[in-house]
């Protein structure tokens, strides 16, 4: 059996106060047999008070959170939701303080549960593995400069945006929507000899040849921890950040040994006061916002029962931006021009064939083949996440438009479960849909060409640098072409149709899987940096092809944070930031993340780039 030696440590740097906070503490009865290692490091941001707040209240819910819902046999789920109560506690108490608005801080938490380790973050903070001669990073790293280096790492090199520093963070826990959660499903196999890090990223001012030479020189978890800790002092780097550092040696010993070195958990009486609470600028640019005035601690829980909760004050203050995150986008560029209606038309051959499949995916699991029905025929939906029932499917085409299915009328969940790290993406809510047609594809090159007055031949590539207003004239020209009523579709209307009867992340299942879909990370064959032609893979049961990669799709809605006080008839969300329009679906460069049917994102309606396109609706 492995077992653990840990301890923790941590410094003020140059600063003249602590913001960080952690915490080692048991899972489970020291009577059971099954119990495990708590480790969690938060690094606070936004003052003194604030940053101090932020961190010791997002450790104390974590640790309430999964210690009352440990053991369980869904300990990732069980993590992701700790940090979302961590985030929800920093919500709250900036609602009852306002001086305090504007704090945060990162998280990384560390489960080590028999020989697994499991864990979750937010931010920028760090756990390492040293197995032999190698120091791996597990968890990701949510800054800007993470961000770059995680997009080079799969070819595709981005420039740094200017005016933005490497360290300014893209995700933390503010009380506002968390970006991004990193908590794989699958647990880490832990080996004898292997040591881990948490740390705050204050650590970073050592290098990785560096923390190997440290590790290899010491022993014990206190030596390790104490070591890298004098390591940063001895680097005498200007300004530097706190830094709070918990080393695990996993050794074969015949007992467990905690011996975490932090003093006690500060109790109410030990608490900063206001008169030595310090207003110093902020380190970097874009770095923490001054508090307005003091604020006075709230008090910290004591140790209860046989936990030895070891919570220190304090912040790894690391010049990062108070506000908490951002959507990065890609750089609108110049779109071709609008045409009137006047524009020459090509007729379009009903019924065109589409491309054969290079690379046919595998076929879904969840979904049904969609049937075809006749003209009269008055489709409906099956219940909430069913696959449709036959009679939905049948294709036409209209004049100069593109191929178009009819979608039957339901009812479906649309977005994600509370559960879920998405708050974009939630409340999860039934929406009741009419019957509508919808194209099977990504209105193409070709097809656009029409309607722009261009000679695009019978191009099969989707009409890319289409921006939102050029989409809706696209529908009124049609419309007018046709004497039918076009228009873009709803967001819900969309989903559903995405998701063609389904309950699973993606219409063929719960996994991004190989050659299902043009994205980066689908393992297709193709070109991850450019469109393929529309049709290469396999439809969902609704007969749609690319509801996920190839291009983002716009819909009508305005854009909305999250679904509070959306329709429930299917109809669009107005009223919102209008300016900014929602697109679906996820593009040639997206990650599994974005290709999820739930997913959305958002781009000014003026927008026009490479990974834009859309699909139409025609109503009965």
Not at 533 to 550: C, E, H, S
Not at 578 to 595: E, T
Request: aromatic fraction near 6%; hydrophobic fraction near 40%.
């Amino acid at each position: 059996m492995l077992t653990f030696d840990i301890a923790g440590g941590q410094i003020d740097g140059a600063r003249d106060y602590q913001e960080d906070a952690y915490l080692v503490t048991r899972l489970g009865d020291s009577n059971s047999k099954k119990s495990a290692s708590l480790i969690i490091v938060a690094d606070g941001m936004g003052g003194h008070a604030a940053g101090n707040v932020a961190s010791n209240m997002a450790v104390q819910t974590f640790n309430k959170h999964l210690t009352s819902n440990y053991p369980s046999t869904e300990l990732a789920k069980v993590l992701r939701q700790a940090a979302l109560q961590a985030n929800n506690s920093i919500a709250e108490t900036v609602r009852e303080t306002a001086a305090l608005k504007g704090m945060g801080c990162t998280l990384v938490a560390a489960v080590i549960d028999d020989k697994f380790l499991r864990w979750v973050s937010v931010g920028d903070s760090h756990l390492y593995v040293a197995r032999g001669t190698e120091l791996h990073k597990k968890n990701a790293d949510h800054s800007y400069g993470g961000f770059l280096s995680r997009m080079a790492a799969q070819g595709k090199s981005i420039e740094p945006e200017p005016g933005f520093s490497r360290n300014m963070l893209m995700s933390a826990l503010t009380g506002d929507e968390i970006a991004e959660i990193d908590c794989p499903d699958t647990p880490f196999e832990l080996q004898a000899g292997d040591r881990l890090i948490i740390a705050s990223d204050g650590l970073d001012t050592l290098g990785t040849g560096k923390l190997l030479g440290l590790l290899a020189k010491a022993n014990s978890a206190k030596d390790c921890a104490d070591a890298i800790l004098k390591g940063v002092q001895d680097a005498k780097m200007p300004r530097q950040d706190n830094t709070t550092v918990v080393v695990v040696v996993v050794g074969e010993q015949a007992e467990f040994k905690a011996r975490p070195t932090p003093p006690p958990m500060a109790t109410s009486e030990s608490a900063p006061k206001p008169a030595s609470m310090s207003m110093a600028a902020p380190s970097r640019p874009l770095g923490r916002t001054p508090m307005p005035q003091p604020v006075v601690l709230p008090p910290r829980r004591k140790p209860q029962g046989n936990r030895a909760i070891l919570i220190v004050p304090g912040v790894l203050l690391v010049g990062v931006i108070t506000a908490m995150w951002f959507t990065f986008q890609r750089p609108d560029v110049q779109a071709p021009p609008l045409m009137d209606d006047s524009a020459a038309v090509v007729p379009h051959p009903a019924n065109s064939p589409v491309e054969p499949q290079d690379s046919p995916a595998t076929p879904s699991e969840t979904a049904q083949p969609a049937a075809t029905t006749s003209a009269n025929s008055t489709p409906t939906a099956s219940a909430t996440g069913t696959a449709p029932v036959a009679g939905s499917g049948k294709v036409f085409v209209d004049g100069p438009g593109p191929e178009m299915v009819i979608i039957p009328a339901g009812r479906f969940t649309m977005g994600a479960s509370d559960a879920e790290d998405v708050y974009a993406e939630r409340p999860a809510h039934e929406v009741e849909i009419k019957a509508f047609a919808i194209s099977t594809h990504e209105v193409t090159a070709g097809e656009f060409a029409r309607f722009a007055g261009k000679q695009a031949g019978n191009s099969r590539l989707p009409a890319a640098f289409v921006s939102w207003n050029q989409a809706l004239a696209y529908t009124r020209w049609l419309s007018a072409q046709t004497g039918k009523r076009y228009r873009l579709p709803s967001e819900a209307e969309w989903e559903y149709a995405a998701r063609a009867g389904t309950t699973t992340p993606y219409w063929w299942g719960r996994t991004l899987g190989e050659n299902n879909a043009h994205c980066f990370a689908c393992e297709s064959g193709l070109d991850p940096r450019k469109s393929t032609q529309v049709g290469r893979f396999k439809p969902n049961a609704y007969g749609l092809y690319d509801t996920a990669g190839n291009l983002e799709e716009w819909v009508h809605d305005c854009f909305h944070a999250n679904y509070q006080g959306a329709p429930t008839d299917g109809s669009v969300f107005e009223g919102g930031d209008c300016p900014n329009r929602v697109v679906r679906g996820g593009a040639f460069s997206s990650g599994p993340q974005g290709l999820r049917v739930t997913a959305r994102n958002k781009f000014s309606q003026s927008s026009a780039n490479d990974g834009l396109g859309f699909r139409v609706v025609r109503e009965p």
